[in-house]
Each structure stands twice: as C-alpha cells, then as structure tokens.
C-alpha cells in the first residue's frame, strides 16, 4: 500500500520522520530529481543533516533527467530503501522526468516523505506553478490537490478552478500522510478548501 508523508518545507521534517515510522534499523535514499535547478548536492546535504541523528542509513540519487530516471542503478536504490525522501524544487521538471520512467514506477510503490511543492507530483491532478492551473500529475492518488503556499490571487485561482476538488495548501509547519486514507498530523499554518470554502481533509 502507498504510504505518503507530505511535509510543507523542511522546517517541518522532523515530524514528517516520526509521521512516516523511520527508526534506526532502516535505510533511507533521497532523491534530488526536483532540485535539479537549485543544486541536488545542496538539497541532499540538507536532508542528510537533518537525518543524521537518527542513525540510519542514507542513500542519495540525483536523477536530474529522463536517463537518470530510467537508471537501473538508481532505481535499485530507490527499490531497496524502506524510505524515499524526495526533496523540494522544480514541481513540473520533476513531473517530465518521473513520468513514463522506471523511476516514478518506483517511486509509486515505495515510502515516500516528500518534501514542499515536490509532493504536489504525485496526485492525478497537480498545480502548474506557472499560473495556478489544475494540470496532470502522476496520480498517484486521486480527489485531493496537493500544494503549498503561493500569492493570494494564485491561490484563489486555483480554488475556482479546481471546482469540488480538495485543495490542501500546506504551509512550512504542516505535514499531512495518506496511506489510502488522509490525515492531518501537524496543521499549524495548513489550509483546506473546497470549491473556494473552508473544508476538512477527511470530508
């Protein structure tokens, strides 16, 4: 079964790790696909640090195009880790790579904990970060459209559009995890609407 932590930003992070069970004995891989702009050796630095106390074992791919998706190599650590942390970044750059490849099939079928607007990929409906609208993403999941913050009148475009979907803009503090079912674990700075009204994640 999927199991899916989403955390708005790494200031959330910890608690993502204790949503998704991580514990010593486990092997972790982190994957940089997303960061490919920004710098994947920066962006798995940073979650190597932060996953440093819990002495497990990590792993890192970069995975930064279509060639590295389709690697057998990094899928095999993608396969072999109990837990696949996929860093922030370019949502749409990180759709093209994963989509149709045997990276994202892994990933379909692994742990995952992700970070940011990279978490927005996986849902059947995603949000172009270009201008708010509803576009296709992995799907991952269906009915609910995951998102991070963005300006208010982004926002409220893509509430109009998105009509009777469920649209959970995580702030930096909040994690969510599905697993089949949706549940809210930290909702500190987390927003739900429904067709532009304020709603609940289990509606």
């Known amino acids: 079964m999927l199991n899916i932590v989403f955390a708005g930003s790494l200031d959330a992070f910890e608690v993502a790790v204790m949503a998704a069970g991580l ?4 092997t972790v891989c982190v994957v940089a696909t997303a960061a490919a702009f920004r710098g994947p050796d920066e962006a798995i630095a940073q979650i190597q640090v932060l996953l440093a106390p819990s002495g497990v074992e990590v792993s890192a791919v970069s995975a930064i195009n279509r060639a590295g998706a389709d690697d057998p190599g990094v899928v095999a650590s993608v396969k072999m880790a109990d837990l696949v942390v996929v860093a922030d970044g370019a949502t749409l750059h ?4 994963w ?7 892994a990933l379909g079928e692994a742990a995952l904990i992700c970070v940011g607007s990279t978490g927005s990929v996986l849902g059947e409906t995603m949000i172009d970060p270009r201008g ?4 296709t993403g992995l799907g991952f999941f269906e009915d609910v459209v995951v998102s991070v913050p963005v ?4 926002s409220q475009r893509s509430r109009q559009l998105l009509g009777d979907q469920l649209l959970v803009e995580l702030g930096p503090r909040s ?3 599905y697993d089949g079912r949706w549940r809210v ?3 500190d700075d ?3 609407t429904r067709g532009g009204e304020p709603a609940n994640l289990s509606d």
């Open 99 to 105: 989509r149709h490849s045997a990276l994202g099939d």
């Open 185 to 187: 674990v930290a909702d």
């Open 132 to 135: 708010g609208a509803p576009t």
């Open 23 to 26: 514990t010593p004995a486990m």
């Open 94 to 97: 990180a759709r093209s790579v």
């Open 190 to 192: 987390i927003v739900v």
């Open 151 to 154: 300006s208010a009148e982004q």
């Open 175 to 177: 994690v969510v995890a």
